[in-house]
């Protein structure tokens, strides 16, 4: 079994009018079973209303089930016992980093996590300097938080989860509130801690160019998993992405224009040193 496995997963938001009858049901999931492995990293699309935060909230029992089943690390989270270690197996992250951030000084925020864990003092400290260290944030670790960009809190957060050693970082929207130069330190944070730190990262987002480094992408739609593949099989089908709502990069728009109009370019661009090397490769460019 994967880190995190759900099968078969529905959840519904039932909303009740002021005598309690049932006045609406959101079917936001919808019988979604995927399989994700740990060390992967796993980056889930989609546009705004399809379901990926209520999925999210289910990989550390925010949410529970309406049907079906969701495990992570093995432990079903509908049952009570299992949530201390869930929290502890996977830790959220989420997109305003300035709801996250309650320590005065960085370095204390950090080590929150650690301390009601119950880590011993001398571990916190040492866990608060490589988490820290792990997304580029430990020469500010007397800031107080308030005196950083964006950016750097949300680095600064994803410090905080990663000083409770999860084995599996969940990103909802990570990036939604930068600005470009905040979302790539983000996004450089993140990929080291899927390549350096072995941690499963499942980042949600509505940008698809934060998605290349990903192993696999999956795409919802309506509550369903629509799409899923690795970023280059995802990104070679443009038709389907535009009905799907997302927001295709201006280059892999550019790529698809191209080859058809009949230029001989492979599918799935998605940087523009890409489309530059192929075009050179066909003699369309000189190099
Ligand atoms: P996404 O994160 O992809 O934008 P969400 O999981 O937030 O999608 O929402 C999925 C669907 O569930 C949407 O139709 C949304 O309106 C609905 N929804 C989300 N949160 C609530 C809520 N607390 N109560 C009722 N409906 C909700
Ligand atoms: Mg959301």
Known sequence: ????????????????????????????????????????????????????????????????????????????????????????????????????????????????????????????????????????????????????????????????????????????EPTAMLDPNGRKDVIRAVRALNDVEKVTVILITHYMEETIYADRVFVMDNGKVAMEGTPKEIFSQVERLKELRLDVPQVTLLAHELSRQGLNLPAGILTTAELVEAMQKQGYLRA
């Open 1 to 172: 079994m994967g880190i995190i496995k759900t099968k078969n997963l529905i959840y519904e938001y039932i909303r009740r009018d002021d005598e309690g009858n049932v006045e609406d049901i959101v079917k936001a999931v919808d019988d979604v079973s995927i399989n994700i492995h740990a060390g992967e990293f796993i980056a889930i699309l989609g546009h705004n209303g399809s379901g990926k935060s209520t999925l999210a909230k289910h990989m550390n029992a925010i949410l529970n089930p309406t049907e079906g089943t969701i495990w992570v690390d093995g432990k079903d989270t509908s049952n009570e016992e299992n949530i201390w270690d869930i929290r502890q197996a996977a830790g959220m992250v989420f997109q305003n980093p300035d709801n996250q951030i309650i320590g005065q000084v960085v370095e204390e925020d950090v080590g929150f996590g650690p301390e009601n864990m119950g880590i011993p003092t001398k571990q916190i400290w040492e866990r608060v300097e490589e988490s820290l260290k792990a997304v580029g944030m430990y020469k500010y670790c007397k800031f107080s938080p308030n005196k950083l960009s964006g950016g750097q809190k949300q680095r600064v957060s994803i410090a905080g989860v990663l000083a409770m050693h999860p084995k599996c970082i969940i990103l909802d």
